[in-house]
T-cell receptor, first 113, second 115 residues
Framework: GNSVTQMEGPVTLSEEAFLTINCTYTATGYPSLFWYVQYPGEGLQLLLKATKADDKGSNKGFEATYRKETTSFHLEKGSVQVSDSAVYFCALRLTGANSKLTFGKGITLSVRP | DTEVTQTPKHLVMGMTNKKSLKCEQHMGHRAMYWYKQKAKKPPELMFVYSYEKLSINESVPSRFSPECPNSSLLNLHLHALQPEDSALYLC??????????????FGDGTRLSIL
């Protein structure tokens, strides 16, 4: 089956620190990969995506590269801000009718001023 | 700002009440979804509609009844819910997945509390 594994949290960082959140996956086909972010009291927002090997998704200073050889899609940001405090979900989706979005467990990021 | 609008934002109901959650999108998406999310957990898929027809029901209890009256609207009718049904209910929409990498767009959810 398909699954997404995220590193255990929560993660607490100081403002301007470097962020890495690990995500690995297993899939029966060739998935598209996504990072979603959920701010307190809100729904999920698409942060970035990648659809094929070596693609790099980027948005708001966040980046993630689709690594087929290591089945990974790690999220990075060079300098986090307090406003980045949220829950981050890695997810995959296979192409095809009714294909589901498979989420990782999510990780809570807290950034201190 | 979200392009998927859910109402109400909060709902408190007793176990014998009947209520409905509403979801609306105007992005031309023909796939719509209901998810249930418990605190500190990822969303769990409940239902998928494709071209206004129910295509996936993830073995959801019959006290939850979805309805898709047209391509822009999705409802979730609630009746005789249990306290364990208290959660954040998220609606999402997407293009039907014949193109690689179609993301789902989520609303802000309805926070449901069952007394």
């Amino acid at each position: 089956g398909n699954s997404v594994t995220q590193m255990e949290g929560p993660v607490t960082l100081s403002e301007e620190a470097f962020l890495t959140i690990n995500c690995t996956y297993t899939a029966t086909g060739y998935p598209s990969l996504f990072w979603y972010v959920q701010y307190p009291g809100e729904g999920l927002q698409l942060l970035l995506k990648a659809t094929k090997a070596d693609d790099k998704g980027s948005n708001k200073g966040f980046e993630a590269t689709y690594r087929k050889e290591t089945t990974s899609f790690h999220l990075e940001k060079g300098s986090v801000q307090v406003s980045d405090s949220a829950v981050y979900f890695c997810a995959l989706r296979l192409t095809g009718a009714n294909s589901k979005l498979t989420f990782g467990k999510g990780i809570t990021l807290s950034v201190r001023p | 700002d979200t392009e998927v609008t859910q109402t109400p934002k909060h709902l408190v109901m007793g176990m014998t009440n009947k209520k409905s959650l509403k979801c609306e999108q105007h992005m031309g998406h023909r796939a719509m979804y209901w998810y249930k999310q418990k605190a500190k957990k990822p969303p769990e898929l409940m239902f998928v509609y494709s071209y206004e027809k129910l295509s996936i029901n993830e073995s959801v209890p019959s006290r939850f009844s979805p309805e898709c009256p047209n391509s822009s609207l999705l409802n979730l009718h609630l009746h005789a819910l249990q306290p364990e049904d208290s959660a954040l209910y998220l609606c999402a929409s997407s293009h039907v997945d014949r193109v690689v990498g179609q993301p789902q767009h989520f609303g802000d959810g309805t926070r449901l509390s069952i007394l």
